[in-house]
């Protein structure tokens, strides 16, 4: 009895240990990528699979459901480098079509960075913007002209774009051929 005991209890903490291995890393499936961009495309839908749901459980976040729109996800800047609060990088020239749509600078947790000037998002209708459209978005600790999105004190970070009302579909593909912004690293400190 000792011993179905033990191999249970052996069986539970590997599975909790392989689960949060997994999830540690994101979702082992149900992912497209576009450049550094990052898109879970089964978070909103009702039969999401388990280690989706199980990673939303966790982080506490209501995923945008499939009609609402698109959030897409970069850790790491067109190189492949974790993106650096050390470092200042630019955003743009242009995102994927949307009615509307948020940048926000998040921890590696997801939540809201902490930074001194206490901005964290930045929306569609609050750029300076070319005559083409076309805009920049510096991102970095210290003070840039135009626009800027401050950073803290933390070595990392992650951008969280979020395209409300958008005509793409959450299909890994039509990501690919869409335009989303370039995360260029300009200088480190």
Known sequence: MLRVLLLLAAGVALGLWSAEAVLRNGPPFGVAAAGPWRLETRAGVADAD?????????????????????????????????????????????VPPARFW????????????????????????????????????????????????????????ELVLRLYDTPLSAVGDEIQRSAVPRILRERCS
Do not use: H
Not at 60 to 84: F, H, M, S, T
Not at 124 to 132: A, H, M, N, P, Q
């Open 50 to 94: 388990p280690y989706t749901r199980a990673e939303l459980a966790r982080g506490g976040e209501i995923p945008l459901a499939l009609g609402e729109g698109l959030q897409l996800v970069a850790r790491v800047d067109d190189d492949g480098a974790k993106l650096d609060s050390r470092c200042v990088y630019s955003l743009g020239p242009r």
């Open 102 to 157: 948020t940048l926000e600078i998040a921890d590696r947790d997801g939540y809201p960075l902490d930074n001194p000037d206490g901005r964290t998002t930045f929306r569609s209708g609050e750029l300076l913007r070319s005559g083409d459209g076309a805009f920049t978005i510096r991102i970095g600790a210290q003070v840039q002209p135009g626009n800027w999105l401050p950073v803290g004190a933390k070595t990392g970070f």
